[in-house]
């Protein structure tokens, strides 16, 4: 059984930065497609940003330019880097795994089938 443990949120600034780690037990991670997603207090989950096999990434409008997403295939763990955040960033952030069955856009949150318990970001104005 797959799983997925996110961490490295926090209370920032605004205009700083954090990096988030999401680390997996039970198998690699290596040949999954991984995404990040979040969900702010009152609103849908949304998607970040997600990596696949072969080192292509894929950014939400919001974090395109602030937010980068790497992976570290040899020892397993997924990074969301974010940088200038905004109050607008606080959510819980959280890391799944593509499903290897789905062929849907790694931005639908549907097409993940392990999903980590999500870290807590609060970004102060």
């Known amino acids: 059984q797959v799983q997925l443990v996110e961490s490295g949120g926090g209370w920032v600034q605004a205009g700083g930065s954090l990096r988030l780690s999401c680390a997996a037990s039970?198998?690699?991670?290596?040949?999954?497609?991984m995404g990040w997603f979040r969900q702010a207090p009152g609103k849908e989950r949304e998607f970040v940003a997600a990596?696949?096999?072969?080192?292509?990434?894929y950014y939400a409008a919001s974090a395109t330019g602030r937010f980068t997403i790497s992976r570290d295939n040899a020892k397993n763990p997924v990074y969301l880097q974010m940088n200038s955040l905004k109050p607008e960033d606080t959510a819980v952030y959280y890391c799944?795994?593509?499903?290897?069955?789905?062929?849907?856009?790694?931005?639908?949150?549907?097409?993940?089938?392990?999903w980590g318990q999500g870290t807590h970001v609060t970004v102060s104005s």
């Open positions: 799944a795994r593509k499903s290897l069955l789905s062929s849907s856009s790694p931005a639908y949150g549907d097409a993940y089938d392990y």
């Open positions: 039970g198998g690699a991670l290596s040949r999954y497609t």
């Open positions: 990596t696949r096999k072969g080192g292509i990434t």
